[in-house]
């Protein structure tokens, strides 16, 4: 759990950060329906919920710095209890305002005669324009109606990204955020084990997804994204969501999965046996890749590029090929060439918190951005052959391996949060044959 006081520090550093000048407004998510009057599940924009901690929809916030009669200002739904019998409990203006720790709350309803008179004057309005249709609409009808106003309203000249100050801040995670994300790979590790435990010879793709889901929803997590759970060859699909197959002994199961827990996201993939012993093409491909993310993982330190894990991840993986024939050549030239990325098409990991694939460049000045303390990647080295490449024996053909973990840049190294998921493939053996007996 994430305290209002720390949601109000992150809007007062991204207040200094803007100028007193500036006006930041964002907008809560939309709800969305899936088909007819089923919405899918609700789940908050991260901008908001990084800025608020509110989950509701039909909200927006405004941060003005420097305002005398308040700086943070929510607008939000009013408490009904007509809709609330439907809906479910809203928080409305007074408690929101109190327990997020805001300067002031107004009804949504309101929106349209209060914020244009808020923002007038300000230079600069920082917001997620281009990205929600009615949002934009709103936005440039607040605009029209201060330059109507009688004498002339002083318009915003410049309208500005609020990913350009926002994400870089999201990129250094707390204690308090990084305790849940400790909590989601825990979670995770926990659905991947008892996916390892269903998973054998002719059960369906479907049921270890169940698994994955039944483990989550039951220690109060979300998927974080759809699983993905490919049997065999479909593990050559990078990201392969029909899970509709049925497992076969001597094919290997890659299973894609994470936890959310309070907007924050773990990925976890794990490559075994179906029927619990690898092949000997499977060992050697896999002890290729496990070495490259050990590898990899080391890389993950303070005031290294974020490059280099992907770096040596393509030496080691590149080098194993090649010792294995699988590629032709040396090292050197099959990476000069590019011709690893037959078999390595993908990087080697992301940035990882509110969203799985998080926020944050990759790049600074032209350059790889250099690794800090707070900030959590995956390391996803894998190999995946095509079951239909001929430049490579059949017995090679339609094996895919991907191992992926989460970790956190600490002081003194990397701090692999999703250790508690065995990857060796003794362990791994070990693991899958005391689930047969």
């Known amino acids: ?62 941060l003005l710095p420097g305002r005398s009669q308040g700086e943070a200002v929510l607008f939000c739904r009013e408490r009904d209890a007509e809709r609330e019998r439907w809906d479910g409990e809203r928080l409305g203006t007074e408690r929101a305002a109190e327990q997020l720790k805001l300067d002031d709350a107004f009804p949504i309803e309101d929106i349209d005669d209060i914020l244009p008179g808020m923002i007038e004057g300000r230079a600069r309005l920082y917001c997620h324009f281009g990205a929600e249709p009615e949002f934009d609409a709103r936005l440039l009808s607040w605009m029209r109606r201060l330059r109507s106003a009688r004498g002339g309203g002083v318009v915003p000249k410049e309208f500005v990204a609020l990913g350009h100050l926002l994400h870089d801040l999201r990129l250094y995670k707390s204690k308090a955020e990084l305790a849940l994300m400790k909590q989601s790979a825990s979670i995770a590790a926990k659905a991947h084990l008892a996916a390892m435990r269903v998973a054998r010879p002719g059960v369906a793709e479907y049921e270890v997804e169940g698994e994955l889901l039944r483990v989550m929803r039951g220690n109060g997590a979300v998927p974080a994204f759809p699983p993905t759970v490919a049997g065999g060859a479909n593990a050559c699909v990078m990201h392969y969501q029909a899970n509709r197959a049925r497992l076969r002994d001597g094919d290997l199961l890659l299973v894609d999965a994470g936890a959310e827990v309070d907007c924050y996201a773990s990925d976890i993939t794990r490559t075994y046996p179906v029927g619990g012993k690898f092949s000997p093409e499977q060992r050697a491909l896999y002890d290729i890749v496990l070495s490259a993310q050990a590898a990899a993982i080391d ?18 993986i590149t080098e194993g090929l090649c010792a294995l024939g699988l590629l032709k050549g040396t090292p050197a030239k099959a990476i000069a060439s590019a011709a690893y990325k037959k078999f390595f098409p993908g990087k080697t990991g992301h940035w990882l918190g509110l969203d799985v694939h998080d926020v944050g460049d990759y790049r600074v000045d032209g350059e790889p951005r250099l690794l800090e303390p707070g900030m959590v990647v995956t390391v996803e080295p894998g190999v995946y052959i095509d079951p239909d490449e001929r430049s490579v024996p ?13 970790v956190a840049v600490g002081r003194d190294g990397p701090q692999v949060l999703t250790g508690d998921v065995p990857k060796g493939i003794e362990e791994l053996e070990d693991l899958l044959g005391s689930r047969a007996s």
């Not at 759990?1 to 998510?29: F, K, N, S």
């Not at 890389?299 to 080691?316: I, K, L, M, N």
């Open 1 to 62: 759990m994430i305290a209002a006081t720390e949601y109000a520090r992150r809007r007062r550093q991204l207040m200094r950060m803007a100028g007193e000048d500036a006006a930041i407004i964002v907008a809560a998510a939309p709800e969305r329906m899936r088909n007819a009057d089923a919405p899918w599940p609700y789940r908050q924009h991260s901008d908001f919920h990084y800025l608020s901690g509110f989950g509701e929809p039909d909200s927006i916030l405004a």
């Open 394 to 406: 059949e017995r090679w053909r339609g094996i895919g391996i991907r191992i992926e973990d989460d």
């Open 299 to 316: 890389e993950v330190r303070p005031g290294q590029v974020f490059s280099a894990a992907h770096d040596v991840a393509v030496e080691v």
